[in-house]
């Protein structure tokens, strides 16, 4: 069998192709390889100190501030509001549904996850990536800035399959279905 080769279009190595993780969104794997993933992930991290990104901490609103003011996205909340709509809000997904324990449960079980199953691997691919621990921030519209209104929590798996390119609404009919694929190729998550 021909072994196909990649050459990683950060660090110019040419690498096997089973080191370029497995896209998470459209097909195919991604164009820097694994390492390379890695260590962009942790300068950021180191940045930013941990997941801050997403989910409501000390650093947040700095934090989604100057992502919003990058990508041109307006943004209107501030620390208060933030602390307030997290603190009020239950920790479930919006899009699949489940709650924090039932995604941490998933989750570990992606990662212990040995076999070659394309289907669960682009999933631990980005969470050995980043083993998100909490929810995560979303907007409902793409095109609607970071107000209260705008902003639901969804889990980490939910988060990356809809990206910027499925609406809220489709995400919505689409998410109890992935997970439920997901759970059945993982053969259970209890
Ligand atoms: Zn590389
Ligand atoms: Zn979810």
């Known amino acids: 069998m021909r072994t196909i080769l990649r050459r990683c279009s950060k660090c110019h190595t040419v690498k096997k192709l089973k080191f370029f993780p497995i896209k998470v969104i ?43 003011k990058l990508r041109k996205i307006k943004f209107s909340l501030n620390h208060n509001m933030l602390k307030k709509w997290w603190e009020s809000t239950p920790d479930v997904c919006y899009y699949c549904g489940f709650d924090i324990h039932k995604y941490r449960r998933l989750r570990n079980k992606i990662l212990a996850h040995t076999a070659n199953n394309r289907g ?14 909490r929810m995560t921030i979303d907007r409902k519209s793409s095109n ?26 489709d995400m919505k009919k689409v998410a109890p279905g992935i997970m439920k694929r997901l759970i059945s190729r993982l053969g259970g998550i209890y």
Do not use: P
Not at 27 to 56: E, I, M, N, P, W
Not at 151 to 158: G, Y
């Open 26 to 68: 459209g097909t195919g794997r991604t164009g820097y390889c694994l390492k390379c993933q890695k260590a962009a992930r942790s300068r950021y991290f180191k940045k930013y100190k941990k997941s801050l990104d997403r989910v409501y901490g000390r650093n947040a609103v700095k934090y989604l501030r100057d992502s919003a």
């Open 120 to 133: 669960i691997n682009k999933f631990k691919n980005i969470l050995m990536l980043d083993s998100v621990d």
């Open 144 to 169: 609607c800035g970071y107000k209260i209104e705008n902003i639901v929590k969804c889990c980490w798996i939910c988060n990356c399959v809809k990206g910027t390119f499925l609406s809220s609404a």
